[in-house]
């Protein structure tokens, strides 16, 4: 079988190759997407990380495609629908990397809450040992909210009990056995919002909860909160947090997902050869307002990036292709 990895780092190569030695494999550096679709590409298998972007013009130019191997949690990246009309599986990699994301979420609360970012920031710039404007606040004892308590929201409320925060949850598929053992309640999304000192988001990003924050809810946040978001950016309307943090309804958000962030990681290309629609500029013109803001911190779709999982994504992606070619797929996307 010919197998095309995108998004490849070199220390990946020798790991593939040697573990497919039967097979054609070949390694790509870039990314895939419309920009960049072959012509005829014989490949049975493609595997692809966030950074590519696997559309029907792109699964059109593999004739033979039979499965596309998402080296990630999240698939928002892969049109599953045009994959499903051709037959073409499509898998992914549950559960790589839980503390990994959980443990960047609490990196990015406590940036927030005791403002370590403009601390090491001032003395690097300006050698000003001056604690002026640097008072932050506790976690103990603040309340958390989780929006989404699956494999990373579960780890982030397990860091956050050992911060002693209370800890509220919103998910429309709640756990009571797992909030009963640790101490948790499950609240409507309004209630969250609410109550909470912190919010951080960790459910994926589904046609139902595109927008999930927007301008009809941003309201209901407890005055002077912190938005964190390491999930995907679509679920938070930009200019909605845009101008909540103007508002001063939230005091601060660390964001490592944006809404539209391959477009706004290769802007020029974007405006040379997209055709953006006006609701896509806005956006573009939103996270650049989010960029500039003191009180935003915004970090390159980073969390899921430790060797340890990076290690476990590329051996569970083997796995899945190993069992789809011996006829019993797993993993995979329904
Ligand atoms: P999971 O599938 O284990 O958990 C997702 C949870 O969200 C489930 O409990 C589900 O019931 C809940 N959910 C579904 N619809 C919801 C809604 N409308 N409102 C609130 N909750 C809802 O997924 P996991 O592994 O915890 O990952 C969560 C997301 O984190 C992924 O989908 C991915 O987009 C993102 N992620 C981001 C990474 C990064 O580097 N920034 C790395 C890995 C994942």
Known sequence: MKITFYDC????????????????IILKKEALNDESVPVDDPSDIISVFVSSKVTEKVLNGFPNLKLVVARSTGYDHIDREACAKRGIVVSYVPGYGDNTV????????????????????????????????????????????IIGTGRIGKEAVRIAKGFGMKVVAFDPYPDAAFAAAAEISYLSLDELLGSADVVSIHCPLI????????????????????????????????????????????????????????????????????????????????????????????????????????????????????????????????
């Open 9 to 24: 780092e070199g220390w990946e190569g020798e790991m593939i190759k040697s573990r497919f030695p039967e097979h054609e």
């Open 102 to 145: 959980a443990e960047f979420a609490f990196g990015l609360i406590l940036m927030l809450a005791r403002k370590l970012y403009p601390a090491v920031d001032r003395i690097k710039e300006t050698s000003s040992f001056s604690q002026e404007g640097l008072r932050g606040f506790d976690l103990k004892g603040k309340t958390i909210g």
């Open 207 to 334: 046609p139902e909860t595109k927008h999930l924050i927007n301008s009809s809810n941003i309201g209901k946040f407890k005055r002077g909160a912190y938005l964190v978001n390491t999930a995907r950016g679509g679920i938070v309307e930009t200019q909605a947090l845009a101008e909540a943090l103007r508002s001063g309804i939230l005091a601060g958000a660390a964001l490592d997902v944006l809404e539209e962030e391959g477009e706004i990681k290769d802007e020029l290309g974007f405006l040379a050869h997209g055709h953006p629609s006006a609701e896509e500029l806005k956006v573009l013109l939103g996270e650049h307002v989010l960029m500039h803001m003191p009180n935003v911190l915004i970090t390159p779709h980073n969390a899921f990036n430790s060797q340890e999982a990076l290690e476990r994504i590329l051996n569970t992606s083997f796995e899945n292709i190993e069992k789809f070619m011996a006829g019993a797929a797993v993993n995979v996307v329904e």
